[in-house]
């Protein structure tokens, strides 16, 4: 079966770091996302990793490794504003979305 | 760019009434939409792929007859649900691909929380 596997909930204090990981086993890959989603709102989009390494963006950093099945999200000088649930997804062979359950994150000053 | 908008935001129904929901992108064509239910504290569950000019696909265990889909045109799909009963109040969320390429970005609406009484 298909699976991906995020921890459930993480808290992290503003101004830090925190990775947040997520681990894959799917039929097929051609691709992952990460999506943040804030209480009661849709997912918005933060990254796509296709290939091995990092990508950057701002704050927010993704690492992909396909011979592992396993990503990061990084995200740099926390926020409160970035308390969410950051939700990973993988495309598999069919070219279907898979989606991991969501990883809460909580900020405390 | 890559805006998707979704109407009502809010719905509350009762038992028995039929809720349309319209997904649209604003500034792109959308060849294909897909429309998303989530529990609370639950994960995204895809109910189905909505393709312009074509019949919907349902994911397993979503009935087709309960929940209509039309994608008419390239900017617009609707997800109507009928004779909604309660434990159909949910989270609705669709999403568009900017392109026909099958790794493009899904960029998701608001969504519609529906409350049936």
């Known amino acids: 079966g298909q699976n991906i596997d995020q921890p459930t909930e993480m808290t992290a204090t503003e101004g830090a770091i925190v990775q947040i990981n997520c681990t894959y086993q799917t039929s097929g890959f051609n691709g992952l996302f990460w999506y943040q989603q804030h209480a009661g709102e849709a997912p918005t989009f933060l990254s796509y990793?296709?290939l091995d390494g990092l990508e950057e963006k701002g704050r927010f950093s993704s690492f992909l490794s396909r011979s592992k099945g396993y990503s990061y999200l990084l995200l740099k000088e926390l926020q409160m504003k970035d308390s969410a649930s950051y939700l990973c997804a993988v495309l598999d062979s069919n070219y279907q979305l898979i989606w991991g359950a969501g990883t809460k994150l909580i900020i405390k000053p | 760019g890559a805006v998707v908008s979704q109407h009502p935001s809010w719905v509350i129904c009762k038992s028995g009434t039929s809720v349309k929901i319209e997904c649209r992108s604003l500034d792109f064509q959308a060849t294909t939409m897909f429309w998303y239910r989530q529990f609370p504290k639950q994960s995204l569950m895809l109910m189905a792929t909505s393709n312009e000019g074509s019949k919907a696909t349902y994911e397993q265990g979503v009935e087709k007859d309960k929940f209509l889909i039309n994608h008419a045109s390239l900017t617009l799909s609707t997800l109507t649900v009928t004779s909604a009963h309660p434990e159909d109040s949910s989270f609705y969320i669709c999403?568009?691909?900017?392109?026909?390429?099958?790794?493009?970005?899904?960029?998701f609406g608001p969504g519609t929380r529906l409350t049936v009484l």
């Open positions: 999403s568009a691909k900017t392109s026909g390429r099958e790794t493009d970005t899904q960029y």
């Open positions: 990793n296709v």
